[in-house]
């Protein structure tokens, strides 16, 4: 499956305890078809401490499903599919299905 969403945009969770959200992607995860999200899916970790960190409990963001999230459209304030389109000199583009303009 080809992943459409790329670090740095801005998505809204569809699905799950964090469902309305949104957020920027920090990382993509492609062998295991999932992303990180700031400031969704958050976990508490504890962390010993070591030479450069001190130990605690920290807030950590795990990796969501592709398939739960959506590019968000600032416009709409919705979640859109993305396609692609080729442009006349040959570039290949992503696009929002919806209204066909290029992200």
Do not use: C, W
């Amino acid at each position: 499956m080809k992943i459409k969403l790329k670090k740095g945009d801005e998505v809204i969770v569809l699905a799950g305890k964090n469902k309305g959200k949104t957020g920027k992607i920090v990382n993509v995860i492609p062998k295991k078809n999932k992303i990180i999200v700031s400031g969704v899916n958050i976990a508490k970790k504890h962390m010993k401490p070591n030479n450069d960190q001190a130990g605690g409990i920290v807030d950590k963001e795990m990796p969501i499903q592709i398939s739960n999230v959506a590019y968000y459209d600032k416009e709409t304030k919705k979640g859109v599919k993305i396609g692609y389109s080729f442009l006349k000199d040959g570039s290949k583009v992503r696009i929002n299905k919806k209204n066909n303009k290029e992200l």
